[in-house]
Every structure is written in C-alpha cells, then in structure tokens.
C-alpha cells in the first residue's frame, strides 16, 4: 500500500531530475548545434547551466538524499545497502566529473575551434552519467522506499526537506537557485529557452 506522505518527498526528487534533465539536455542540446555549424550562443548560457549543476546537486539534492532519504532507507532496510553505496560514489564522482566540463569550457573560451570538440566530447559524458544516475534513484531506490518506510518515516523525511537553507548565507538556497534555473530559461536561445530579447 503506498503511503499518501511519501508523495511529498518523491515528487521533490522528481522535480529536482526534471530541472537538472533539462539544463543537462539544453546544455548538450546548444554544444551539438555549434557541431552542426549553428552559431554559438552566449556562453554566460552554459556559465549559468555549469553553476546550477554544480550547485544544485552538491549543496540540496544530494544532501537530501544521502543525509535524509537513503540513511532512513538504511535504517529500515539492508536490501538497499549495494545501490544506495554505488549512488553515494556517484555523487562524489559527479564533482569530479563537472569539474572537467568546466575545465573544457574555459579551454573552449581561451583557445576556441581546437577546444571544442573536447568540450562537447565532455559535457555528453556527464550528460549520460548523471541521467543514469537519475535513472538508477528512480528505478531502484524510489520503488523500495515505498515500500519499506512507514508514515512516521516519510512525516520525517518531509519536514528535513522543508530545510534547504544555506547557513553560510542565511538565505534560501532553493529560491536563488530557482532564480538561476528562470535565468537560464530566460537567456538560452529557443527551443530550450525563451532567448533574450531583441533589440
């Protein structure tokens, strides 16, 4: 029987992969059209896709899920304990692997048409990473969480979701990056954003 209080906490975890799919297939989605001869657009566009990536997933999302989800999962369970440990490494290696589409981009900035190649080459690669990682959360550990936690479980889990603050800041963490996520829809050209206005 599904928990009616566990709709809370999935639905915020799908809303986060949907916002991080997007900026990821836009990402992407803009590199492969340069490919294709397109014109490249303003890079304060993947400036703004690479900030929320890196930020999003390492300072909300992976916290809820490491700290709040998969430890009450853990605590309920022991079938989870392979792919809860082999999402918890991916997430460490997903900053690692950011890090070098960053680098790929500021060689892209600095050097031009030689860089380019390496920079797509790397921003497919996490691309696919991430999204099977999503993929992975969704499939195998989202199911089993409905199963095994209880009410008291998902009452718990939906109130340490209610906290996303910076406590460097004291600002909503959440709201500055829905300001980011509107930035980069509102910058990207068409069909991933609405493009800036025209002159």
């Not at 008291?152 to 406590?167: C, K, L, S």
């Amino acid at each position: 029987m599904q928990v009616p209080q566990s709709n809370s906490a999935i639905h915020v975890i799908r809303d986060d992969h949907e916002c991080l799919g997007a900026v990821l297939h836009g990402m992407v989605f803009l590199l492969r059209k340069i490919a294709e001869g397109g014109p490249a657009p303003d890079l304060r566009v993947f400036r703004a896709m690479l900030l929320y990536i890196r930020d999003y997933p390492e300072k909300v999302h992976h916290v809820q899920e490491d700290e709040v989800l998969f430890a009450r999962l853990r605590m309920r369970t022991r079938e989870a304990d392979k792919v809860l440990d082999e999402l918890e490494a991916q997430h460490a290696l997903g900053d690692a692997l950011i890090r070098e589409v960053e680098h790929a981009l500021s060689r892209y900035e600095l050097e031009g048409a030689p860089a380019f190649a390496s920079l797509l080459a790397t921003a497919e690669n996490y691309a696919n990473f991430y999204c099977a990682h999503m993929r992975l959360e969704e499939d195998a550990v989202l199911p089993l969480a409905r199963k095994v936690l209880s009410k008291d479980d998902w009452d718990w889990i939906g109130n340490a979701f209610q906290v996303r603050r910076n406590p460097l800041a004291g600002l909503d963490h959440k709201e500055s990056l829905d300001k980011l996520f509107s930035f980069i829809v509102n910058i990207a050209p068409p069909p991933i954003g609405v493009g800036p206005p025209s002159d």
